[in-house]
C-alpha cells in the first residue's frame, strides 16, 4: 500500500474542501461539479439534488474501475468519503469577490494534488480524466469546459451575478490545478538561428 499517495489524497481533499467550506458556501457561490449537474436536473426534471449526485457519482466510479483501473477507482472512493469537519473556517470573508479568489486557489490546488497522487475527488473530474487517457486532452480543460458548460446550463434559473463569479471561480481553480500537474514537468527549448 503507499502511504505516501494515500497523504496526498487527503491532503489534496482536504484543501479542496477548506475552500468549499469556508468561501463557497457561507457566500452561497455556485459552481459546477456533480452538485451544478443536480441543480440543472433538480430544476428542469424535479430530480432531488442528492438522488442525481449519488446516481452520478456511482456511475461515475463504474466508469473509472472500467477506463481507468480498480486501482485508481478505490483511490478515489477514499476521497468519495473523506470530508473533514472545518465549520471553524466560516465567515472570514463576506466580500464575495475574495471568497472566489480563495475558494479557486483551494479547490485548484486540491484538485490538482489529488490528480497528481494518481486518484480524483471523483464526479465531474472522471471525464476529463478519461479524455486526457484517451484522447491526450489536458484534465484542466476538460475540466474546465464541463464545469463551464454546467453553469451555462445553470443561468437560465440562477442569479446572472452568481454565475459571473462562479466563471471566474471555475477560471481560477482551473488554472491553479493545471500548474500544479505540469509541476515539475516544464522543459525549456532553445532554438538557434544563425
Same mark, same amino acid.
Given at each position: 500500500?503507499?502511504?505516501?499517495?494515500?497523504?496526498?489524497? %487527503?491532503?489534496? *481533499?482536504?484543501?479542496?474542501?477548506?475552500? @468549499?467550506?469556508?468561501?463557497?458556501?457561507?457566500?452561497?457561490?455556485?459552481?459546477?461539479?456533480?452538485? $451544478?449537474?443536480?441543480? %440543472?436536473?433538480?430544476?428542469?426534471?424535479?430530480?432531488?439534488?442528492?438522488?442525481?449526485?449519488?446516481? =452520478? *457519482?456511482?456511475?461515475? =466510479?463504474?466508469?473509472?474501475?472500467?477506463?481507468?483501473?480498480?486501482?485508481?477507482?478505490?483511490?478515489?472512493?477514499?476521497?468519495?468519503?473523506?470530508?473533514?469537519?472545518?465549520?471553524?473556517? +466560516? $465567515?472570514?470573508?463576506?466580500?464575495?469577490?475574495?471568497?472566489?479568489?480563495?475558494?479557486?486557489?483551494?479547490?485548484?490546488? $486540491? @484538485?490538482?494534488?489529488?490528480?497528481?497522487?494518481?486518484?480524483?475527488?471523483? $464526479?465531474?473530474?472522471?471525464?476529463?480524466?478519461?479524455? *486526457?487517457?484517451?484522447?491526450?486532452?489536458?484534465?484542466?480543460?476538460?475540466?474546465?469546459?464541463?464545469?463551464?458548460? %454546467?453553469?451555462?446550463? +445553470?443561468?437560465?434559473?440562477?442569479?446572472?451575478?452568481?454565475?459571473?463569479?462562479?466563471?471566474?471561480?471555475?477560471?481560477?481553480?482551473?488554472?491553479?490545478?493545471?500548474?500544479?500537474?505540469? *509541476?515539475?514537468?516544464? +522543459?525549456?527549448?532553445?532554438?538557434?538561428?544563425?
Amino acid at each position: 500500500f503507499d502511504w505516501k499517495k494515500l497523504f496526498w489524497v %487527503i491532503f489534496g *481533499n482536504t484543501a479542496y474542501c477548506f475552500g @468549499i467550506v469556508a468561501f463557497v458556501l457561507p457566500m452561497g457561490l455556485i459552481t459546477g461539479g456533480t452538485t $451544478g449537474l443536480g441543480l %440543472i436536473a433538480n430544476h428542469f426534471a424535479g430530480i432531488p439534488v442528492e438522488v442525481f449526485a449519488a446516481v =452520478f *457519482n456511482v456511475v461515475m =466510479f463504474l466508469l473509472a474501475i472500467w477506463l481507468l483501473g480498480i486501482s485508481f477507482a478505490l483511490t478515489t472512493l477514499i476521497s468519495t468519503f473523506y470530508f473533514p469537519r472545518v465549520n471553524a473556517l +466560516q $465567515g472570514l470573508t463576506t466580500d464575495p469577490l475574495l471568497s472566489t479568489i480563495f475558494a479557486g486557489l483551494l479547490i485548484g490546488v $486540491g @484538485i490538482g494534488v489529488v490528480i497528481k497522487a494518481g486518484a480524483s475527488t471523483g $464526479g465531474v473530474d472522471i471525464p476529463p480524466l478519461i479524455l *486526457n487517457k484517451k484522447l491526450g486532452i489536458p484534465v484542466s480543460v476538460g475540466l474546465y469546459a464541463f464545469d463551464f458548460m %454546467i453553469l451555462i446550463g +445553470q443561468m437560465v434559473f440562477r442569479d446572472r451575478e452568481k454565475i459571473l463569479y462562479g466563471i471566474l471561480l471555475v477560471m481560477i481553480y482551473t488554472t491553479v490545478m493545471d500548474k500544479v500537474l505540469v *509541476n515539475g514537468k516544464s +522543459q525549456m527549448q532553445v532554438k538557434i538561428i544563425s
